[in-house]
Every structure is written in C-alpha cells, then in structure tokens.
C-alpha cells in the first residue's frame, strides 16, 4: 500500500480514498518504540478543496507499550484521528503566522505529489496515552533492585536498611550539632 497521492490525479478526480494496512512493526512514541500487535488499519480520504488539500480519516491499532513502573507490556489500543490540510509552499506564512498555522495542522507541499504516511504516525503518537499503566495501582519496581513490587509487596530492600552502624554515627552527629 502506498501513501503517496498525485496531485495531478487529485485535481482530476476531486476526492481520493487511501484504504489499507499501514506497513510497521515498531511505533516510535516519544522515549519508548512500541511493537505493534494489530496490523494498523488506515482509511483516508483526501479532498481537493478551495483552501488546499484536505486529508480527513483514522490510524487504528494495538501497541504493546511497557508499563510506566513496572516495565510489563501492556496492549494500548490506538484511534488515532487523521487531519490536516496541505497548502502550496508559496502559500506558507510570514514567521509571525507560524505558531498559528501549526496548530491548525497546516502543512506545505512544494512538488507534484504529498507523501501522507507521516500523518499516519501522527495520529497514532497523538492517540497514544501519557501514562500507560499495567492496572491503576501498580506498585512498580524497587529503585534500589528492580524487584517487581506487584509479586513481593511486602519487600524491603537491602540497600534500604540502614547499617546500625551508620545509625550510630548519624545520632553522634545530631548530638554534636545540637550540642
Ligand atoms: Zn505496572
Ligand atoms: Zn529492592
């Protein structure tokens, strides 16, 4: 399946549907790349309007996304909404605009033809959630040792203890300081 469409075969036809399965086996979230466990269904309809090319449709998927503090895998599932509009790069703003047109998802092409599997990653990094957790009360993991503490809640970990002896030295010392 190829994301590409012709602007030229746009104008003439005026709408074009991309429908199909987005090639990937990994998605690049921002700080984890996540294996993708249902092929990513794409549909896609592009539309040559007054004000530039419209792209309108939908990124469907299940990632496998570690827990944020445990590590385990968790299945996100992924509606990612697909939206921008594509402008001709002689139409791109003055620096001030920028800002404004970016939220807007305004893009700008300057060949014959628009390259649309970028959005499609888009859409699934936007619909990824912030914090992706194994169940809401995950303990995580032990900072000290990495021991899951959802398996051993009750544990306490070594480098935690502290030495009698460093106690000792610690209590001299707040003596020393009040005295
Ligand atoms: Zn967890
Ligand atoms: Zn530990």
């Given amino acids: 399946m190829n994301w590409v469409i012709e602007l030229e075969k746009l104008s003439q036809e005026r709408r074009m549907i991309l429908e199909g399965i987005f090639e990937a086996q990994t998605v690049e979230l921002p700080g984890v790349q996540c294996k993708v466990l249902r092929?990513?269904?794409?549909?896609?309809?592009?539309?040559?309007?007054k004000d530039g090319v419209v792209v309108g449709g939908y990124a469907r998927t299940?990632?496998?996304?570690?827990?944020?503090?445990?590590?385990?895998p968790?299945?996100?599932k992924?509606?990612?909404?697909i939206e921008a509009l594509y402008k001709p790069i002689n139409e791109a703003?003055?620096?001030k605009e920028e800002e404004l047109q970016s939220l807007r998802n305004v893009l700008y092409y300057s060949s014959d033809k628009i390259d649309l599997s970028e959005r499609i990653i888009e859409a699934i990094v936007i619909?990824?959630?912030?914090?992706?957790?194994?169940?809401?009360?995950?303990r995580g993991l032990c900072p000290h040792?990495?021991?899951d503490l959802n398996d051993d809640p009750k544990h306490v970990c070594e480098e935690n203890r502290i030495d009698p002896r460093l106690n000792k030295l610690l209590l001299?010392?707040?003596?020393?300081?009040e005295g």
């Fill in 39 to 49: 092929p990513i269904e794409v549909k896609m309809v592009v539309v040559m309007a």
């Fill in 62 to 72: 299940v990632l496998e996304h570690p827990c944020d503090r445990c590590l385990k």
């Fill in 74 to 76: 968790v299945q996100v």
């Fill in 78 to 81: 992924i509606n990612g909404t």
């Fill in 93 to 95: 703003p003055k620096e």
């Fill in 127 to 138: 619909d990824a959630p912030m914090r992706v957790l194994c169940k809401p009360d995950c």
């Fill in 145 to 147: 040792c990495g021991t």
């Fill in 172 to 177: 001299l010392r707040k003596i020393n300081e």
